[in-house]
């Protein structure tokens, strides 16, 4: 599966940015999706996942309650709604698929298939 990321740009702190996650190449329902963010100098971190048939989600405590990831099947597309945005979001958020079985992924090595990747500034 071909994942493209989009949605990205610059946000003042406080504001909010939704980024989408487009899927093409295989039937996207079995999937189970991840957000991932790469600060500056900083590892590579999942932010949210949500299983293939979205009813289970998992957020980093850095971000729960303030962001919220979603899919729909029909389009072929997750979605990370980002709230509150404070200046340590700012990052590379990435998105990931993995359809082995039906469960939540935490782990980046677990996904096999990213998209290209797309950056967020926020600015204080």
């Known amino acids: 599966v071909q994942l493209q990321a989009s949605g990205g740009g610059l946000v003042q702190a406080g504001g909010s ?15 189970n999706m991840g957000w991932f963010r790469q600060g500056p100098g900083k590892e590579r971190e999942i ?3 949500i299983t293939a048939s979205a009813g289970k989600t998992y957020y980093a405590r850095s971000v729960k309650g303030r962001f919220t990831i979603s899919r729909d099947n029909a389009k072929n597309t997750v979605y990370l709604q980002m709230n509150s945005l404070k200046f340590e979001d700012t990052a590379v958020y990435y998105c990931a698929a993995e359809g082995r079985r039906v469960r939540l992924y935490y782990r980046k090595e677990e996904y096999s298939f990213w998209g290209q990747g797309t950056l967020v500034t926020v600015s204080s």
Do not use: D, K
């Open 47 to 49: 932010v949210a996942a």
């Open 17 to 31: 940015r939704r980024l989408s996650c487009a899927a093409s190449g295989r039937i996207f329902s079995p999937y």
